[in-house]
């Protein structure tokens, strides 16, 4: 079983929005603090969301854009994406912090 698995990834025009997911297999899921990263073309895999029991912090340049949750019934963490922007294409990643647990990521194209 894939520990970390994402979806929701896709084409959308500027301005357009999408709804990531990333079902985690792992145990003690809710001991994890949860993050997503995004690697855009030629750059390196940053860190834009993160999420644990005390709270979220975001990336600069998604914060008021973006939304990270998580559902603790049913393992899964969200990362809401509106306003989308071309430079927010790329590769998004879940990840479970200070783990070694990664997932095979989604592609998000943002473009006319």
């Known amino acids: 079983q894939v520990p970390l698995v994402e979806s929701g990834g896709g084409l959308v025009e500027p301005g357009g929005s999408l709804r990531l997911s990333c079902v985690v297999s792992?145990?003690?899921?809710?001991?994890?603090?949860m993050a997503w990263y995004r690697q855009a073309p030629g750059k390196r895999r940053e860190l834009i969301a993160r999420?644990?029991?005390?709270?979220?912090r975001y990336y600069p340049d998604v914060e008021g854009r973006f939304d990270i949750s998580r559902d603790y019934t049913n393992g899964t963490v969200y990362l809401q994406m509106v306003n989308l922007k071309p430079e927010d294409t790329g590769v998004y990643y879940c990840?479970?912090?200070?783990?070694?647990?990664w997932g095979q990521g989604t592609q998000v194209t943002v473009a006319s």
């Open positions: 792992i145990s003690n899921f809710n001991d994890y603090a």
């Open positions: 999420i644990n029991k005390y709270g979220y």
């Open positions: 990840h479970a912090i200070d783990s070694s647990y």
